[in-house]
Structures are given as structure tokens and as C-alpha cells.
T-cell receptor, first 113, second 113 residues
Framework: DAGITQSPRYKITETGRQVTLMCHQTWSHSYMFWYRQDLGHGLRLIYY???????DKGEVPDGYVVSRSKTENFPLTLESATRSQTSVYFCASSETSAGTEAFFGQGTRLTVV | QQQVKQSPQSLIVQKGGISIINCAYE??????FPWYQQFPGKGPALLIA???DVSEKKEGRFTISFNKSAKQFSLHIMDSQPGDSATYFC????????????WGLGTSLAVNP
């Protein structure tokens, strides 16, 4: 099915562990984004990618790493999880940078204990 | 950090009433103003968007009003229905720089039956 999918939907991890959130889109959109959503903060951009092998920092990149070896995949890695990274993470994609619609995944609820 | 200020934070409306959510932006160069709708447990989805060459855009019961001189835009939901209960986000950016959408903090709308 066409769309953008995130996995896992829910994840509990311990402080200090590395965890990777997956994002896959089937549209071959050039742009992909990672956001975190926290109460009172709305959506905050972590990282984005304009194409395969091109990534750049967003508003809150510290503690996160991304890669984009293939156009359709954009994994987000928390190198050493902290409790402050407990959040709902959304991946999104869009066709171009020219003010086009961004399509969001269902989100991953991550809890760091 | 350029901002998009969204109000109110929460809104309760009776079925059949009009819901109005407002946003103010700072950068006069912005030329793309989308509204996203998010249901619990789901990712945001584009509801309606406007560019500053028009003052109003209507899609069904949803209308964006745009005031360029005041740097404000608003979402009006006519004949509000319980199914409209969701969180609404405004955003703003230069159309050619979609990767840097600036988001409002969201408005939680509850429509009472």
C-alpha cells in the first residue's frame, strides 16, 4: 500500500540505550522529516532530508542521528536515550520544497525509563 | 527564532456553531499558510492551505481568512460537528523553503453534540 509507515508504533527503552525509529515512504518523495511532538511544544523539527545522502539539522537535533541511504527510508537513531527524549515522534515526507503538502506517518510513542 | 503564534490553546464549541482559530506570523516573506488537522493517535494531515495572493479560501465547511497587512490568518469551521474534534495546527513558511515550516503550538477543539 502506498503511504508512509513508521515502526515501531510503541517503544519502551531504558536510559542510555540506543534505539532506532524507522520510517518508510512509497511515493519517492524527495523530502523527509522527523518531528517530535510534546505537550506545550507542538511539532518540533529534529532533522530533515532533501534527498538520499543529504540531511540537515532542524530545531532540536541534539542526541539524534539520521541517515538516508535510500530515498524511501529515513531512520532516526537515539544514540543514548534520555528521559527527556520521551515523546511522540512523527516522520513526514513531501514531494518538493515548494510549499507542498507534507504527509505524516502514524507516529511512534517512545518512552525512556 | 521566528514564530507563529496560535490561539486559543483550546476551544469548546456546540454542534452547529462556528469554530475560529487564529494565527499570527512574523516574517513578511512567508507565502505559504497551511492548516493541519490531527486526530488522537494519528499524524497531522493537511486540511487546507492558502497563499497570500488571495484573502480567503474555502473548502466545504472549512475557510481560511488571510490578512496580509496584519500578518494574520485564521481557520473558520462552519457548522462544527463532533467529528471535527481534533487538534489543529497552523504553519507558515516561504513556499520554496517547505523544509523549514514554522508551526503554531496547536488548538485542541472539542465540539459538543
Amino acid at each position: 500500500d502506498a503511504g508512509i509507515t513508521q515502526s515501531p508504533r510503541y517503544k519502551i527503552t531504558e536510559t542510555g540505550r540506543q534505539v532506532t525509529l524507522m520510517c518508510h515512504q512509497t511515493w519517492s518523495h524527495s523530502y523527509m522529516f522527523w518531528y517530535r511532538q510534546d505537550l506545550g511544544h507542538g511539532l518540533r523539527l529534529i532533522y530533515y532530508s532533501a534527498a538520499a545522502d543529504i540531511t540537515d539539522k532542524g530545531e532540536v537535533p541534539d542526541g539524534y542521528v539520521v541517515s538516508r541511504s535510500k530515498t524511501e527510508n529515513f531512520p532516526l537513531t537515539l544514540e543514548s536515550a534520555t528521559r527527556s527524549q520521551t515523546s511522540v515522534y512523527f516522520c513526514a515526507s513531501s514531494e518538493t520544497s515548494a510549499g507542498t503538502e507534507a504527509f505524516f506517518g502514524q507516529g511512534t510513542r517512545l518512552t525512556v525509563v | 527564532q521566528q514564530q507563529v503564534k496560535q490561539s486559543p490553546q483550546s476551544l469548546i464549541v456546540q454542534k452547529g456553531g462556528i469554530s475560529i482559530i487564529n494565527c499570527a506570523y512574523e516574517n513578511t516573506a512567508f507565502d505559504y499558510f497551511p492548516w493541519y488537522q490531527q486526530f488522537p493517535g494519528k499524524g497531522p494531515a493537511l486540511l487546507i492551505a492558502i497563499r497570500p495572493d488571495v484573502s480567503e479560501k474555502k473548502e466545504g465547511r472549512f475557510t481560511i481568512s488571510f490578512n496580509k497587512s496584519a500578518k494574520q490568518f485564521s481557520l473558520h469551521i462552519m457548522d462544527s460537528q463532533p467529528g471535527d474534534s481534533a487538534t489543529y495546527f497552523c504553519a507558515s513558511n516561504k513556499a520554496r523553503n517547505n523544509r523549514k515550516l514554522i508551526w503554531g503550538l496547536g488548538t485542541s477543539l472539542a465540539v459538543n453534540p
